[in-house]
């Protein structure tokens, strides 16, 4: 069964990701997916200094005089207080993950492809809105990263590094977080994008680190419609990508057996990340890239909204908005 | 049954390739790429039918078919043993064995005798076989039209018996003379019918085969037909060689004399190339003990030449040995003590006075002499010269040609003849210049030619030197070639009648009359010069290149080492020796037939020294009628270059190398021939290849049925 057909996240006005993949340029990719979106999708919670206008507040004493709106004054002669809307000036910083499992992909681009645009329309968008967006490779020979800023020809810094060619190693996200941790000095949101195909349980320490360092820490996890389900045709010699072990494998009698395990690895990463207070999300990499961009910047939002100060339930933080891939298909 | 190429035969192993093919596990065609393992286990191939055996019927047809292929190009044929049986034609083989100096190596010797011994074992009862040594000259051992070679069984016996008798000699390698005389000895016996015309003819080749073994003059020769040459080429057991040999005369200083630093001579160490030592040393020795103090150390990389002076000679030594190479035969270089000769120039002019203006002024002025060499200058009036010619110790003579000179000049060719130089020299206008035009074509022996007095200017110069000739071949440097200081007042102009003569003009004057004629003569030379070099005639007798002119014109070796220094193995004695001389070895023995030859008698009862041969190195003592000469005899040089050739070498020379088969490898030969021609009869593969036809045939029409039954699945 194709699962595309089925999936019920999948709307018509989405963009086929095959189509967005064409695009060669990654910053006409990333334009081409965040336009349309509006602006604003993560308000902050805090009043200030802005150009939008959000209330009227009544004096008190101790409030600027500034602030204090003498033509409602004139009017009514009661003393109100302007509020703006108060921008905010987070820092993001996105680690994608290109390491050799990564430039799998049996839908005409492999996963790193995908994470790659992702990562680059979240920069975009990111920028657009004027946040600090700084980025991290992981899963090379030579981990680059870009601290977060926004200012002029920072995107084209970022979408410089994003599509730059590089050689893939074996996964080594332990090592690779914990360097991102001891390399972000200020709090902000750290987005991994893999698709962490790895022992969960010694990701638990350096994502303790990222929470440790007062990070939000969200993980996006990139698939392979394949990968979830092993839609194998037929028995073929399998050769890991990454270790190069090679595996004869019948698909009809390895199935079962392969998505047992492969949701037992799932529920223990889900495990460990709660543990740490991160959050796990998981995208398919045929899914649409701007219904994952929506889905993602909803979630980001929601966690703007805690690191405002309100309270997230258990609830929100266990039940992630993404497709559960895993329950899905 | 029988196979003529059975190793085709291995060809039905392919029968096994299907079937194996079959019944291996399919394994998938290609792998594929996946990002992780790590959620796979391994999961067993289970078995197909395809691991199972279908179709056996057409697989064994394939098979058979491949096995008929098999059988077919093995070319089987059906066993006649009465058609195979042969009877091998006898064949002469003649064996030539080279004794050369080279072969005293004791390993080359033995290898070369069990090589002849193997050669015996491996002919057959009825192979008759000639046996030959060559060193200088060709020894019949056993010929091929002796009695004894006629009966095979008795020739093989004869051969074999007179290996015991042989020793190499010291002499040197003539390969060339010997395989040519040994080819045309086979040629003559097939010719005069002692040899069938059908029966096989070889000629093994037994040798060291080194670079200087003589075998250029194979060149050109026309190697008959049907001879087969296998040449076997012993090696010794070490590699490389060096070898002595010296390049100035000892001067045995008086015992009484105190200089000693003079009593050394410069000797020229060779190493050949393949030497695998290069620290030599060198020591002198008496003939009864190694005077060991006295030794020097060189060192001469293989390949490369050194000539470098002797230690310092001791008193009463004789001998100078040359130590550290594989090969001591020819380490000892025997060192002479040579008295100077005296020799006379006779110089014979119209006038004969102490006069700037007459040629004989400057000749005697000039320093002639050698180390070994005196040279006296005797001034004769012409009508003596006759009678002074025929005493031994007139080496030259120099004439301004007179009236009298004319009825001399038969005396004076055979004086040429005879190994002396005649130099005639045209230093005045002539004053019967018909006869003298005359005597010069008579002493030449040539037509009649023309002289006349050259009419000069202010003067004439060299027009034309040819320095291909040895005299003036030392000039050929350009730092020695300008003649052009060079003047000559007047000359005679010299014209032959005939263009074509023996007479070589080495020099020419500018209006291209010669200068200076040469002609080889016997043993010696007539030299003519058409100008004095006195002051009157020209100012040659001034100039810086009178004395090599003239010693060049004197000396007939061109300035090379003094021939008796250099008396080789085999090479006539240089000095002129009569009968009753007898020859001492060092140990003051009357030395035997064995190592000496001489030459017979001629009709005065007297020998040419030319003919007198010794045979073996060493230092000899000859007393002949009061006289004492020492003589060194060395071993030959081309004896100490022992650098191996490759035996392709005769191919170069037009002749087809083989291989001597020995009786076994015959037979064999020949029954393969036999059932070839067996085989070629029967022609079996054919009906196989017909047979393979069917079967394929079978096979084609089974597997296309069976297809068409099959049912199609996916």
């Known amino acids: 069964m194709n699962s595309r057909a089925t999936d019920p996240h999948r709307a018509s006005w989405f963009i086929e990701p095959a189509a967005i993949m064409q695009i060669?340029?990654?910053t006409m990719r990333a334009k081409s997916i965040v336009e349309g979106f509006a602006s604003g999708l993560h308000r902050s919670p805090l009043r200030g200094f802005s150009v939008e206008f959000a209330e009227y507040r009544p004096y008190v004493l101790g409030d600027d005089p500034r602030t204090v709106d003498w033509k409602l004054l004139a009017r009514s002669d009661r003393y109100y207080v302007r509020q703006f809307e108060d921008e905010t000036n987070r820092r993001c910083y996105i680690a994608v993950d290109q390491s050799r499992s990564m430039a799998y992909g049996s839908t005409g681009y492999s996963k790193a492809e995908y994470a790659r645009t992702l990562a680059a329309t979240l920069a975009y968008y990111l920028n657009s809105q004027r946040d600090a967006v700084g980025i991290f490779t992981c899963g090379v020979s030579q981990p680059e990263f870009l601290p977060p800023r926004h200012k002029t020809g920072h995107l084209q810094q970022i979408?410089?590094?994003?599509?730059?060619?590089?050689?893939?190693?074996?996964?080594?996200?332990?090592?690779?977080?914990?360097?991102?941790?001891?390399?972000?000095?200020?709090?902000?949101?750290?987005?991994?994008?893999?698709?962490?195909?790895?022992?969960?349980?010694?990701?638990?320490?350096?994502?303790?680190?990222?929470?440790?360092?007062?990070?939000?820490?969200?993980?996006?996890?990139?698939?392979?419609?394949?990968?979830?389900?092993?839609?194998?045709?037929?028995?073929?010699m399998l050769r890991d990508m990454e270790t190069g072990r090679e595996l004869y494998v019948d698909p009809g009698a390895a199935r079962s057996d392969y998505i047992r395990r492969f949701r037992e690895h799932e529920a223990q990463l889900l495990e460990v990340c709660h543990s740490r207070g991160a959050r796990l999300y998981t995208v398919r990499s045929d899914q649409p890239l701007d219904f994952a961009l929506l889905e993602l910047i909803t979630q980001i939002a929601s966690v703007s909204a805690d690191q405002a100060g309100q309270p997230r339930t258990k609830s929100q933080a266990s039940i992630p908005r993404f497709s559960r891939v895993s329950e899905g298909s | 049954m029988g196979l003529l190429a059975p190793l085709y035969a291995?060809?039905?192993?392919?029968?096994?390739?299907?079937?194996?093919?079959?019944?291996?596990?399919?394994?998938?065609?290609?792998?594929?790429?996946?990002?992780?393992?790590?959620f796979l286990r391994p999961s067993p191939p289970r078995l197909t039918r395809r691991s199972r055996l279908e179709n056996l019927l057409l697989l064994f047809l394939r098979a058979l078919a491949l096995g008929i292929i098999a059988l077919a190009f093995a070319r089987p044929y059906w066993r006649q043993e009465s058609f195979l049986t042969t009877t091998l034609e006898g064949r002469v083989v003649s064996v030539l064995l080279d004794t050369s100096a080279s072969m005293q190596r004791p390993d080359v010797w033995q290898?070369?005798?069990?090589?002849?011994?193997?050669?015996?074992?491996?002919?057959?009862?009825?192979?008759?076989?000639?046996?030959?040594?060559?060193?200088?000259?060709?020894?019949?051992?056993?010929?091929?039209?002796?009695?004894?070679?006629?009966?095979?069984?008795?020739?093989?016996?004869?051969?074999?018996?007179?290996?015991?008798?042989?020793a190499p000699t010291w002499r040197r390698t003539e390969l060339a003379r010997g395989l040519m005389d040994v080819a045309d000895l086979?040629?003559?016996?097939?010719?005069?019918?002692?040899?069938?015309?059908?029966?096989?003819?070889?000629?093994?080749?037994?040798?060291?085969?080194?670079?200087?073994?003589?075998?250029?003059?194979?060149?050109?020769?026309?190697?008959?037909?049907?001879?087969?040459?296998?040449?076997?080429?012993?090696?010794?057991?070490?590699p490389g060689n060096a070898r002595l040999s010296l390049m100035s005369a000892p001067l045995f200083p008086d015992e009484d004399q105190v200089s000693q630093d003079e009593d050394v001579v410069r000797v020229r160490i060779e190493n050949n190339a393949d030497s695998p030592s290069q620290n030599l040393e060198l020591i002198w020795s008496t003939a009864s003990q190694q005077l060991t103090s006295l030794q020097t150390t060189v060192q001469v990389p293989a390949g490369q030449v050194r000539v470098i002076p002797s230690p310092r000679r001791p008193q009463g030594a004789t001998e100078l040995s040359l130590r550290g190479d594989s090969w001591e035969g020819d380490n000892t270089l025997f060192v002479a003590k040579l008295e100077p000769v005296r020799e006379r120039i006779l110089v014979s002019m119209p006038v004969i006075k102490e006069d700037e203006d007459n040629i004989g002024y400057f000749l005697s002025k000039a320093p002639l002499d050698t180390s070994l060499r005196r040279r006296e200058i005797q001034f004769l009036p012409s009508n003596q010269l006759s009678a002074e010619l025929s005493s031994g110790d007139v080496m030259a003579v120099v004439i301004e040609p007179t009236a009298e000179h004319f009825q001399q000049a038969e005396n004076l060719r055979t004086f040429a003849d005879t190994g002396g130089i005649v130099i005639i020299v045209l230093a005045h206008a002539p004053e019967q210049p018909q006869e003298l035009a005359q005597f010069v074509s008579k002493i030449y022996a040539e037509p009649e030619c023309t002289i006349h007095e050259a009419s000069v200017g202010q003067f004439?110069?060299?027009?034309?030197?040819?320095?291909?000739?040895?005299?003036?071949?030392?000039?050929?440097?350009?730092?020695?070639?300008?003649?052009?200081?060079?003047?000559?007042?007047?000359?005679?102009?010299?014209?032959?009648?005939?263009?074509?003569?023996?007479?070589?003009?080495?020099?020419?004057?500018?209006?291209?009359?010669?200068?200076?004629?040469?002609?080889?003569?016997?043993?010696?030379?007539?030299?003519?010069?058409?100008?004095?070099?006195?002051?009157?005639?020209?100012?040659?007798?001034?100039?810086?290149?009178?004395?090599?002119?003239?010693?060049?014109?004197?000396?007939?070796?061109?300035?090379?080492?003094?021939?008796?220094?250099?008396?080789?193995?085999?090479?006539?004695?240089?000095?002129?020796?009569?009968?009753?001389?007898?020859?001492?070895?060092?140990?003051?023995?009357?030395i035997g037939q064995d190592v000496l030859a001489r030459s017979p008698l001629d009709n005065d009862g007297v020998r040419n020294g030319a003919?007198?041969?010794?045979?073996?190195?060493?230092?000899?003592?000859?007393?002949?009628?009061?006289?004492?000469?020492?003589?060194?005899?060395?071993?030959?040089?081309?004896?100490?270059?022992?650098?191996?050739?490759?035996?392709?070498?005769?191919?170069?020379?037009?002749?087809?190398?083989?291989?001597?088969?020995?009786?076994?490898?015959?037979?064999?030969?020949?029954?393969?021939?036999?059932?070839?021609?067996?085989?070629?009869?029967?022609?079996?593969?054919?009906?196989?290849?017909?047979?393979?036809?069917?079967?394929?045939g079978m096979e084609t029409y089974l597997a296309g049925r069976a297809a068409h039954l099959l049912p199609v699945t996916g």
């Open chain 2, 611 to 696: 003919d007198i041969r010794l045979y073996r190195p060493g230092l000899y003592r000859i007393v002949d009628q009061g006289h004492e000469w020492q003589v060194a005899v060395q071993v030959p040089a081309s004896e100490g270059r022992l650098t191996p050739l490759d035996p392709a070498v005769f191919e170069s020379y037009g002749i087809s190398l083989g291989k001597s088969a020995s009786h076994a490898e015959r037979a064999e030969l020949a029954r393969q021939l036999k059932v070839e021609e067996l085989e070629n009869k029967q022609r079996l593969w054919q009906w196989l290849l017909l047979l393979c036809l069917v079967v394929l």
């Open chain 2, 186 to 238: 086979l040629n003559a016996a097939q010719l005069t019918g002692s040899i069938g015309a059908s029966v096989p003819r070889e000629i093994v080749l037994i040798t060291d085969l080194h670079s200087e073994c003589g075998v250029e003059a194979l060149q050109g020769f026309p190697w008959p037909e049907g001879i087969a040459l296998d040449v076997r080429q012993v090696q010794a057991s070490l």
């Open chain 1, 159 to 236: 979408m410089h590094l994003l599509s730059k060619e590089s050689v893939g190693q074996v996964s080594n996200l332990e090592v690779d977080l914990a360097q991102l941790a001891s390399l972000t000095k200020r709090r902000g949101l750290v987005l991994l994008i893999s698709d962490i195909l790895v022992a969960p349980q010694p990701l638990q320490q350096p994502l303790g680190y990222l929470r440790g360092r007062g990070h939000e820490v969200v993980v996006l996890r990139v698939l392979d419609p394949l990968e979830v389900n092993l839609s194998l045709e037929s028995s073929t």
């Open chain 2, 10 to 38: 291995l060809a039905a192993i392919a029968i096994v390739g299907p079937i194996v093919f079959h019944l291996i596990r399919r394994q998938p065609t290609g792998q594929t790429e996946f990002s992780s393992l790590m």
């Open chain 2, 460 to 590: 004439s110069l060299l027009g034309r030197v040819n320095y291909q000739n040895e005299l003036f071949a030392p000039f050929a440097d350009p730092r020695f070639n300008d003649f052009s200081k060079i003047r000559f007042w007047n000359y005679r102009h010299l014209e032959w009648e005939a263009g074509d003569t023996k007479i070589e003009v080495v020099a020419e004057l500018d209006d291209g009359s010669p200068f200076i004629c040469m002609q080889r003569t016997g043993k010696g030379r007539i030299w003519l010069l058409a100008a004095g070099w006195q002051p009157t005639g020209s100012n040659l007798a001034l100039s810086s290149k009178f004395l090599p002119l003239i010693f060049g014109m004197l000396d007939p070796d061109m300035g090379e080492l003094d021939s008796r220094t250099a008396i080789e193995v085999g090479d006539p004695l240089p000095m002129g020796i009569t009968s009753e001389a007898e020859i001492f070895d060092s140990e003051n023995k009357q």
């Open chain 1, 24 to 26: 060669k340029n990654l």
């Open chain 2, 111 to 166: 290898s070369s005798l069990n090589e002849i011994r193997e050669l015996l074992d491996s002919l057959s009862a009825n192979d008759r076989i000639a046996f030959y040594t060559i060193d200088e000259q060709l020894e019949t051992v056993v010929g091929i039209d002796s009695d004894a070679s006629l009966e095979p069984l008795a020739s093989q016996q004869a051969v074999r018996s007179s290996l015991n008798d042989l």
